[in-house]
């Protein structure tokens, strides 16, 4: 079964821009959860989508937003980039969202410039 | 969710057992504890998980006291291939938790 894909695995922007993010998980998975990490944060919890509804959501401003689609594909949006947003966006999935074995990607990792 | 406490750095021979202490002393009644681990430029991985029993799988074991306040993970042979950074996470296990709190873990450096 094929594991957790992000696309794109890098990014550079520029700050003022937005960007969107795309994760798909593994078949049959329909919970969604994004996450940043960055060396000063650590991993931090954006949210997290169930049947295309999000359920979950994480302490992030509202240029953070996503969304989920009927094939449980997901995508992550930024709007109007800082500096500070440069980081690695991590996408997870899990088979029935009614536990917390998630299954992460590899990550998106996206420069601010 | 309750926090925890790791060390934030361990060293362990190759083919020793690597003991990772994870402290957890708020802890309620229904959160799980689960371990998960981050090598180098991959996203985190699943290790394990248990509520109050010790729990085994094909990657490692999981301890934890009598009282629920802390656990040991347990790499019974540790390769090089398992250096990473590990994470104790306390979560409860129901359909609206599927948000894992990371803390900033226990970097494991397995030496020759």
């Known amino acids: 079964k094929a594991g957790v894909t992000q696309t794109p695995r890098y990014l550079i922007k520029t700050r003022g821009q937005q960007v969107t993010l795309s994760c798909s998980p593994i078949s049959g998975h329909r919970s969604v959860s994004w996450y940043q990490q960055t060396p000063g944060q650590g991993l931090q919890f954006l949210f997290e989508y169930f049947s295309e509804t999000q359920r979950n959501k994480g302490n992030f401003p509202g240029r953070f937003s996503g969304r989920q689609f009927s094939n449980s594909r997901s995508e992550m949006n930024v709007s109007t980039l800082e500096l500070g947003d440069s980081a690695l966006y991590l996408c997870a999935s899990s088979p029935r969202g009614l536990d917390n074995e998630q299954f992460f990607g590899p990550g998106t990792r996206l420069t601010v410039l | ?112």
């Not at chain 2, 934030?8 to 020793?16: I, L, N, Q, T, V």
């Not at chain 2, 996203?43 to 656990?71: C, F």
């Not at chain 2, 226990?106 to 030496?111: C, F, G, I, K, P």
Request: hydrophobic share 30%; charged share 15%; net charge neutral.
């Open chain 2, 1 to 112: 969710d309750a926090k925890t406490t790791q060390p934030p750095s361990m060293d362990c021979a190759e083919g020793r057992a690597a003991n990772l202490p994870c402290n957890h002393s708020t802890i309620s009644g229904n959160e799980y504890v689960y371990w998960y681990r981050q090598i180098h430029s991959q996203g985190p991985q699943y290790i394990i998980h248990g509520l109050k029993n010790n729990e085994t799988n094909e990657m490692a074991s999981l301890i934890i006291t009598e009282d629920r306040k802390s656990s040991t993970l347990i790499l019974p042979h540790a390769t090089l291939r398992d250096t990473a950074v590990y994470y104790c996470i306390v979560s409860p296990n129901t359909g609206t938790a599927s948000k894992l709190t990371f803390g900033t873990g226990t970097r494991l450096q397995v030496t020759l």
